[in-house]
């Protein structure tokens, strides 16, 4: 049994298929994770959440912003983007099953695995929360996504305020403050205060920034966080990070990271991609 992570897809379906072929995945022997953004912009958005469906149980996924603002667009709470390709999906005859299965994954995943635990999430964690703060933040967040009040929720979903995390945050206010950590977040202050305008490279923080995995302090340090969400990061290894969005929409790879007998035990795979649209706004 092998246990994997795959960086962001955003609807590169074939890319998916070649690299699962790439490392001779077996969905009755092993488990993928994926890091978020299963959708939108790359030619394939449908067929990528078809494939995770028919996986339920082996392909195992995070949510992204581009997987929220898909259920976002379909419940009317948000105006599609000129950039977005999710039609194959709104127009689809199974539609309803595509969504009502998007809308059940969660945030974060926290797995065991050789002798240890790491965190599947898709952008990054405030410095503030240990990773049970996280998990359970996560859940608040899953539970509003799927209750009677997910188009209330997804209408209050957008905004960058409250900047930074307080344990008095309510409402809509809190619920924000959790999916835009979880979902957006790149750079912070060395106090967590979440940074929405950059997406340089780390090397490249704008002054009074760093990212979030660096910040002084940080609760959820030694625990192994596997994320994707940053493109011009490229792939990231260390001790307790990995990083695995390598830009395959936009013409980079997809990668994917085979967990050994131990956590750090790592064997790295990546399929060429051509490139479906280019970077910028």
Request: aromatic fraction near 6%.
């Amino acid at each position: 049994m092998s246990i994997y992570c795959v960086g962001d897809i955003q609807g590169c379906g074939d890319a998916l298929e070649r690299l699962l072929s790439h490392i001779g995945f077996s969905p009755s022997r092993d488990t993928v994770y994926l890091l978020g953004d299963l959708v939108n912009r790359g030619p394939g958005s449908a067929a990528v959440l078809r494939r995770c469906r028919a996986l339920e149980g082996s392909m195992l996924a995070v949510l992204g912003n581009h997987d929220l603002h898909l259920l976002a667009v379909a419940h009317g709470a948000r105006a599609p983007s000129r950039r977005d390709t999710l039609d194959a999906i709104l127009q689809a005859d199974d539609r309803e099953a595509l969504l009502q299965w998007l809308r059940r994954q969660p945030l974060a995943r926290h797995v065991a695995h050789g002798g240890g635990h790491f965190l599947a999430l898709h952008a990054g964690l405030l410095p503030q929360w240990s990773v049970q703060d996280a998990l359970g933040h996560a859940a608040e967040v899953e539970q509003a996504l799927q209750s009677d009040a997910l188009p209330a929720f997804l209408a209050q979903m957008y905004g960058n305020t409250p900047a930074q995390w307080s344990d008095d945050l309510a409402g809509a206010d809190r619920l924000r403050t959790i999916v835009n950590a979880f979902t957006r977040l790149r750079f912070c202050t060395p106090q967590g205060r979440m940074d929405f305008d950059s997406a340089e490279s780390a090397s490249q923080a704008p002054p009074g920034l760093l990212p979030w995995f660096d910040a002084p302090g940080r609760r959820s340090a030694g625990t192994l966080i596997a994320f994707g969400h940053w493109s011009t990061l490229g792939r990231l290894e260390r001790p307790d990070l990995l990083g695995l969005d390598t830009g395959c929409v936009w013409g980079g790879c997809l990668t994917a990271v085979r967990l050994g007998a131990t956590l750090a035990e790592r064997e790295f795979f990546e399929v060429r991609c051509p490139q479906a649209q280019a970077p910028g706004r």
